[in-house]
C-alpha cells in the first residue's frame, strides 16, 4: 500500500440528495491538504478500484436511503455495516459491492471510512433537501478534521 | 409448491418504486407479467425545451452514467440535421472511435461483473472473484482500456465534456491515440469470447423482431436506416412513423411497439442479427469459432454476442487509430435555423433515438428521446413469460434467479442513474 489518502465522493448531481458525494468534494477542494485526493464519479466500479490503487487511507461519501430522517449523518469505519443496506442491481453495483469486491481483489487499503447522508428525494433535476445540505456542511467539517488528524 | 405463486422482481433506487417486475401465477399457469420502470428521459425532456441547442449534448449525456456517449451522439447528430450540416473526416471516425470505447466499458462491466455471475451460479461478482479472481482482474483490465478511449477523446471527467454539435471542442494528438494499449485490449477481448462461450446457457428460442441501425458499410455505431425483421427499412426522420409509444398505467415510461401492434428487440442481438456480415474479420471469425448462428434467438446468448461486439470495438477503434490525422479542424461551423432533426444511434444496449424542433433563436422547441430500454419493456415481459412457462417446476429462489438472469440479457437501464434490485417471493 502506498501512501496516499483519497476521498471518493459518489453520486449524480442532477438527482436530488444523490448529490451529496460531489456536492462534499465541492466544498472540500479549497481548504482540503494537496495531498489529499479527490475522486468524484458515479459510482462506477472500475473508477472506484482505480482510486483505490496504491492507496493507504479512502474516505467514501455517498447517499444513503431514505429511512424518515433525511440529513441523517452516519460514519462508518466497518464496512460489514454498509452490508445490511447492500442491494444488487441490475446495471451496476452499489458501493458496498464495490469495496467488497476492491476487498476480494486484495485492492482495499486498511483504513476505510465511509460517511453515509440519509436523503429525502432523487427526483431528476431536483436541488438537495436542505437538511441533507446541513449534512453535507457538517460531513466536510469531519472530513477535513480526519485528514488533519491523520 | 402451491398452484397460485407470486413473484416480485423489485428495482428500487434509493428512491421507491422506480421499477419493478410483478409476476403473478394462477392454478399452475402464468397470469400476469407485468414490469414497470422510472424513464429519466422525460424529465430532460421538458428540462432542454427552451435551452440553447448546443446544450443538448451536455445535458442529455446526464441522462446515463453507463452510457452518455450514446445521448451525446444522437443529439449531436440530429442538431445537425436540423441544421442541414455535415461532418466529415476526421471528426466522423473520432465519433465512431468514441463510442468503441463506450461499447467496451460497457460490455465489459455488464458481462463480467453483472451478467456471468448469473450464468455460473454466484450471487454477485464479488462471490465469482472468489473463485475466479484472474478473469474479474483481466475484464477490470479491459474496461479500463475502453474508459481510457473515451477519456483521451471526451476528457476525463464522469461525463465527456469535450463533444459539441459540430465536432469536438479540441482534437487529440495522435501520439494520444496512439499510446492507447489496444494490443493489450485485443488479446483481452479474444479471450473475453472464449469465456462467455464456455458459460452453461439455458436453451430458449425467440421469434424476435429485431431492429436496429443498418449501415452499407459498417457494422453501425452512429448512421445507418431503422431497419426490422418484419420489414421496416426507414429513415432516421421516420421512427414515429413506424413505431408507436404508449403510455401503461404501471410504469412511467412509455412502451414502444411497431404501428401494428408487433413487440419488438433492440440490442446487440438486433444489431449482430442484421449486420454480421460487417463485423470486424478477427470478431466475425470468433462468432463462426463459437458456433455462433447467423440470427441468435436464444436472449441469454446476448451474452457471446456483447463478447463479440467487444471484440468487433476494439478491432475497430485499432483501424480508426491507425487511420487518424489529427492536422484538421475540430468542428464544422455550425448556422442555427429553424428546424427539426432526428437521429437513431447504437447505445450499447440498444437504437437511442433523438428528434429536437429548434427555433429560428437556436433555443429547442421540443425534444423527444426514445432511449432501448423503454424500447425493450415489452419483450423482457415476453422473455419471462416464456422463461416463466418453461421454469414453473423450479423452486422460488432458482425461479428468482432465473427471472433476474432474463432481465439482465437486456442489460436493462433501469432508471440511468441511481438503481438497486431487490427480489422478493410471495407465494399466493
Not at chain 1, 453520486?11 to 479527490?38: K, Q, S, Y
Not at chain 2, 457494422?219 to 421516420?238: A, K, L, M
Request: charged share 25%.
Amino acid at each position: 500500500m502506498g501512501d496516499r489518502t483519497v476521498v471518493i465522493g459518489i453520486g449524480n448531481r442532477d438527482r436530488g440528495d444523490d448529490a451529496v458525494g460531489p456536492a462534499v468534494l465541492d466544498r472540500l477542494a479549497g481548504p482540503l491538504p494537496a495531498d489529499v485526493e479527490t475522486v468524484c464519479t458515479d459510482g462506477d466500479p472500475g473508477d472506484v478500484l482505480e482510486a483505490l490503487a496504491g492507496c493507504r487511507r479512502t474516505i467514501v461519501v455517498d447517499a444513503v436511503s431514505p429511512a424518515g430522517r433525511p440529513g441523517r449523518l452516519v460514519r462508518m469505519t466497518d464496512r460489514t455495516a454498509l452490508a445490511s443496506v447492500r442491494p444488487s442491481s441490475s446495471h451496476a453495483l452499489g458501493p458496498a459491492e464495490v469495496l467488497d469486491l476492491a476487498a476480494q481483489l486484495e485492492r482495499l487499503p486498511a483504513d476505510v471510512v465511509v460517511y453515509g447522508i440519509e436523503g429525502a428525494a432523487f427526483g431528476p433535476g431536483r436541488p438537495m433537501s436542505p437538511a441533507v445540505e446541513d449534512a453535507v456542511e457538517v460531513a466536510v467539517g469531519m472530513i477535513l478534521e480526519e485528514v488533519a488528524d491523520a | 409448491m402451491s398452484a397460485d405463486r407470486t413473484i416480485d422482481v423489485d428495482y428500487l433506487a434509493r428512491v421507491e418504486g422506480e421499477g419493478s417486475l410483478k409476476v403473478a401465477v394462477r392454478d399452475g399457469a402464468v397470469d400476469v407479467v407485468e414490469f414497470g420502470i422510472f424513464e429519466p428521459p422525460r424529465f430532460f425532456e421538458a428540462f432542454l425545451e427552451g435551452r440553447p441547442y448546443s446544450d443538448a449534448p451536455d445535458i442529455t449525456a446526464r441522462i446515463c452514467g453507463i452510457c452518455p456517449v450514446a445521448y451525446q451522439m444522437s443529439s449531436c447528430h440530429a442538431m445537425e440535421r436540423a441544421f442541414g450540416t455535415t461532418v466529415g473526416e476526421p471528426i466522423r471516425s473520432l465519433r465512431r472511435l468514441l463510442y468503441c470505447g463506450e461499447w467496451i466499458e460497457s460490455h465489459v462491466l455488464h458481462v463480467f461483473l453483472l451478467h456471468a455471475p448469473d450464468f455460473l451460479g454466484y450471487e454477485s461478482a464479488v462471490h465469482m472473484a472468489a473463485d475466479h479472481r484472474e478473469a474479474v482482474e483481466r475484464a477490470l483490465r479491459l474496461k479500463k482500456i475502453g474508459n481510457d478511449v473515451v477519456n483521451v477523446l471526451g476528457g476525463r471527467e464522469i461525463h465527456p465534456i469535450n463533444v459539441r454539435v459540430g465536432g469536438f471542442y479540441s482534437l487529440p494528438p495522435r501520439d494520444a491515440l496512439r499510446s492507447l494499449p489496444l494490443e493489450e485490449a485485443l488479446d483481452l477481448a479474444r479471450w473475453m469470447v472464449d469465456f462467455t462461450a464456455t458459460l452453461p446457457m439455458p436453451d430458449v428460442e425467440m421469434d424476435f423482431d429485431f431492429v436496429s441501425l443498418v449501415h452499407p458499410d459498417e457494422y453501425p455505431f452512429n448512421e445507418g436506416r431503422i431497419v426490422s425483421t418484419s420489414g421496416i427499412d426507414v429513415g432516421n426522420d421516420e421512427w414515429d412513423r413506424v413505431f408507436v409509444e404508449e403510455h401503461v398505467a404501471r410504469s412511467n415510461a412509455l412502451h414502444a411497439r411497431t404501428l401494428e401492434g408487433g413487440v419488438y428487440h433492440v440490442g446487440p442481438l438486433a444489431r449482430y442479427a442484421h449486420n454480421r456480415a460487417r463485423l470486424s474479420a478477427g470478431a466475425r471469425e470468433a462468432a463462426e469459432r463459437m458456433g455462433l448462428p447467423a440470427v441468435v434467438r436464444n436472449p441469454f446468448r446476448s451474452i457471446v454476442v456483447r463478447a463479440v461486439e467487444t471484440l468487433h470495438a476494439v478491432e475497430e477503434a485499432m483501424r480508426l487509430v491507425d487511420g487518424y490525422d489529427d492536422a484538421a479542424d475540430p468542428a464544422v461551423v455550425i448556422e442555427p435555423r429553424a428546424g427539426t432533426g432526428a437521429a437513431a444511434t447504437e447505445a450499447p444496449r440498444g437504437l437511442l433515438w433523438h428528434r429536437y424542433s429548434v427555433g429560428e433563436d437556436g433555443r429547442i422547441a421540443e425534444a423527444t428521446i426514445v432511449p432501448p430500454t423503454a424500447q425493450n419493456q415489452l419483450v423482457m415481459e415476453a422473455d419471462v413469460r416464456a422463461v416463466l412457462e418453461r421454469s414453473l417446476h423450479l423452486p422460488d429462489d432458482e425461479l428468482q434467479w432465473r427471472l433476474e438472469q432474463t432481465i439482465r440479457n437486456y442489460d436493462p437501464c433501469i432508471s440511468c442513474a441511481t438503481h438497486f434490485l431487490r427480489l422478493e417471493v410471495d407465494r399466493g
